[in-house]
Structure formats: structure tokens, C-alpha cells
């Protein structure tokens, strides 16, 4: 999905979900993203890890034929996040091309702050439940 698609997509009801860390998606996202890491920080070292729950967090958010943009730092995460989820039956994702990286050069909007609906550890929380 190209940047001046992904912003139409979103306004016509598809949902912008950045794979990128907690800790990127804190330091600035697109404006109404909602952020699913594909890999996220390891408390210990600090090095990125593959997320454990990402399959599991998506499913329990997303309905598998909901419309989706995948959105990353470059395009190369969101891309493998797109495999995987295709691969548990997600059918309807698109990749933004170039990521946040491309989004803020183009001056689309982005926001620094997520209400708890969108932000990681409040999904993950709710999948918990969802799951128990």
C-alpha cells in the first residue's frame, strides 16, 4: 500500500497496526495506529526479540477478514508480518510501503500518545482475557 493510499484506506475503515517495537511506537506512530510489535524489546539486554504473543494478541483483537495496514520502520517487518498473518488466516492486509520512516517524511499525521485502546500492553492484556 502506498502512502497516498494508506490514509484513504484509513478513512474508508481499515486499521493502521504498527509491528514496529513499544518503544518506536512511543516515540511517534501514525495518527490513529495501534501497535501489535513483531519483535519487541527483551527486558534484560534490550536487544529486539521476535514477540511471543504476536499471532496470538492479533487474533484476539482483529477479526481475521478485517482490513488491515501493516506498518513498520522501512516496510521489512510489516512484510513479515503480513506472511505471518496470512498464514493464520488474515485475508485482507496490505503493506505500507516505505513505513514510518516514509510517513512522517511525507508529513502524514503522527501522534506521540495512544489511548489504552491502541497501545501494546493494554492489548496484550486483553488477550489474556480473552484467552482464559
Known sequence: VSLTDAPVAQRAGATYVDVRSSLEFE??????????????????????????????????????????????????????????????????????????QGWAAVGLPTETTAPADRAYADLLRAADVTNT
Open 27 to 100: 516515540a511517534g506512530h501514525p495518527a490513529g495506529a495501534i501497535n501489535v510489535p513483531l519483535l519487541d524489546a527483551d527486558e534484560d539486554t534490550g536487544q529486539l526479540m521476535p514477540n511471543p504473543d504476536f499471532v496470538r494478541v492479533m487474533k484476539a483483537t482483529f477479526a481475521p477478514d478485517m482490513t488491515l495496514l501493516l506498518g513498520c520502520q522501512s516496510g521489512t517487518r510489516s512484510a513479515r508480518a503480513a506472511q505471518i498473518l496470512e498464514t493464520f488466516g488474515f485475508t485482507s492486509l496490505g503493506n505500507v510501503l516505505a513505513g514510518f
